[in-house]
């Protein structure tokens, strides 16, 4: 079946520091990329998307690269701060299903 | 502009008992999901309706889930009976297509705990 996963559990890294968060997906018709933060207690909420038609997106200090070559996401957060702590998540939607597919998720752990 | 509600927050019960979480989505949003989220991993979509009708209940273990959304605006989901396995965050999005995204919004999530 389809199915999205993250390469690390968890990443740690220094207050300050650019971070790299990295997503695999499997179904190859997905058409939208959509990357999610999670802080304790909370639900899911919206970073940045992308389209298939696209290989990278800027944000305020989000950056995301589609690479549909091999089928990966990234999210990069530049010079990253403690409020940046959370479980960040990858989802994508198939253009056959519709709906979005989310991996499971990566815990960021920034160090002051 | 306000986020989509949830009630209730956190709710205990014993395995066999039923239980019934409660969304209000964002206001003028037609399209509304109800995930489950076990712990450590990412939301699973249980149902999602487009106004008052089911566009995608394949995840929904029918067998002892329902859920309905009868005038097109809030919505309810029920459990029962419940089991050890449906402890878990129970979270409620809505969305309303716009353009290019197709941007969720989520609720705070209903955290069960079934003992």
């Known amino acids: 079946g389809e199915s999205v996963g993250l390469h690390l559990p968890t990443l740690s890294v220094q207050e300050g520091d650019n971070s790299i968060i990295n997503c695999a997906y499997s179904?190859?018709?997905?058409?939208?990329f959509i990357w999610y933060k999670q802080e304790s207690g909370k639900g899911p909420q919206f970073i940045i998307d992308?389209?298939?038609?696209?290989d990278k997106r800027q944000g305020q200090r989000v950056t995301v690269l589609l690479n549909k070559t091999v089928k990966h996401l990234s999210l990069q957060i530049a010079a990253t701060q403690p409020g940046d702590s959370a479980v960040y998540f990858c989802?994508?939607?198939?253009?056959?299903?519709?709906?979005?597919?989310f991996g499971q998720g990566t815990t960021l752990q920034v160090k002051p | 502009e306000a986020g989509v509600a949830q009630s209730p927050r956190y709710k205990i019960i014993e395995k066999r008992q039923s239980v019934a979480f409660w969304c209000n989505p964002i206001?003028?949003?037609?399209?509304l999901y109800w995930y489950q989220q076990i712990l450590g991993q990412g939301p699973k979509l249980l149902i999602q309706?487009?106004?008052?009708?089911?566009?995608?209940d394949s995840q929904l273990p029918k067998d002892r889930f329902s859920a309905e959304r009868l005038k097109g605006v809030d919505s309810t989901l029920k459990i029962q009976p419940a089991k050890l396995e449906d402890s878990a965050v129970y979270l409620c999005?809505?969305?309303?297509?716009?353009?290019?995204?197709?941007?969720?919004?989520f609720g705070p999530g209903t955290r069960l705990t079934v003992t």
């Open positions: 989802a994508t939607r198939g253009s056959n299903t519709g709906k979005l597919i």
């Open positions: 179904n190859s018709a997905s058409d939208y």
């Open positions: 992308i389209r298939s038609n696209m």
């Open positions: 206001s003028g949003h037609a399209t």
């Open positions: 309706f487009q106004n008052n009708g089911v566009v995608d």
């Open positions: 999005a809505s969305s309303d297509v716009k353009g290019a995204t197709y941007e969720q919004y």
